[in-house]
T-cell receptor
Framework: EPEVTQTPSHQVTQMGQEVILRCVPISNHLYFYWYRQILGQKVEFLVSFYNNEISEKSEIFDDQFSVERPDGSNFTLKIRSTKLEDSAMYFC??????????????FGEGSRLTVL | SQQGEEDPQALSIQEGENATMNCSYK?????LQWYRQNSGRGLVHLILIRSNEREKHSGRLRVTLDTSKKSSSLLITASRAADTASYFC??????????FGQGTRLTINP
């Protein structure tokens, strides 16, 4: 069964460092998302991406964040200068256009980011 | 905000009992979805109900939607220990993002 894969599963970084989280969405999907979940809290929307551009972003997704789909398969989230409060689980998700549950998001297993 | 909010925040029941979780939201929606999350894992889609549907079944899951009250419920019948997880409702308006609620932590005691 097709799945969304994310790497790394866990990354520890120092405050101020740049981090890139990688995702390989399901191959025929067209919508891509990043969400984050601070430990024990709700899943928060960060950004959606369609047709090679950001279609929507939340107020969390400030200038420190960027997304890219560099090669038609990978979908990356970059945090330029990490802060302590960026520590969270980051989930990538993708969505297709067809099927009985159009609208369903397929999530990866997440990348846990720890900022020290 | 269109956020869904679940109730209760935590629910603990005995194996074999039914579990009911509720979700309320604020704005008009295209559909409402329920997801499950095992501890430390990704979210898994359970069921989607469209705004023109009132009830939907999938195996031991039953979802209802009342758009006049802007609420939904998820019923898990004959619960099993493996159903222990967090359950989130999520609402969609338009073609883009899903907005998730706070979730209900469900514990099934053997």
């Amino acid at each position: 069964e097709p799945e969304v894969t994310q790497t790394p599963s866990h990354q520890v970084t120092q405050m101020g460092q740049e981090v890139i989280l990688r995702c390989v969405p399901i191959s025929n999907h067209l919508y891509f998302y990043w969400y984050r979940q601070i430990l024990g809290q709700k899943v928060e929307f960060l950004v959606s991406f369609y047709n090679n551009e950001i279609s929507e972003k939340s107020e969390i997704f400030d200038d420190q964040f960027s997304v890219e789909r560099p090669d038609g398969s990978n979908f990356t989230l970059k945090i330029r200068s990490t802060k302590l409060e960026d520590s969270a689980m980051y989930f990538c998700a993708s969505k297709g256009l067809r099927g009985p549950n159009t609208g369903e998001l397929f999530f990866g297993e997440g990348s846990r980011l720890t900022v020290l | 905000s269109q956020q869904g909010e679940e109730d209760p925040q935590a629910l603990s029941i005995q194996e074999g009992e039914n579990a009911t979780m509720n979700c309320s939201y604020k704005t008009s929606i295209n559909n409402l979805q329920w997801y499950r999350q095992n501890s430390g894992r990704g979210l898994v889609h359970l069921i989607l109900i469209r705004s023109n549907e009132r009830e939907k079944h999938s195996g031991r899951l039953r979802v209802t939607l009342d758009t006049s009250k802007k609420s939904s419920s998820l019923l898990i019948t004959a619960s099993r220990a493996a159903d222990t997880a967090s359950y989130f409702c999520a609402t969609a308006k338009g073609a883009q993002k899903l907005v998730f609620g706070q979730g209900t932590r469900l514990t099934i005691n053997p």
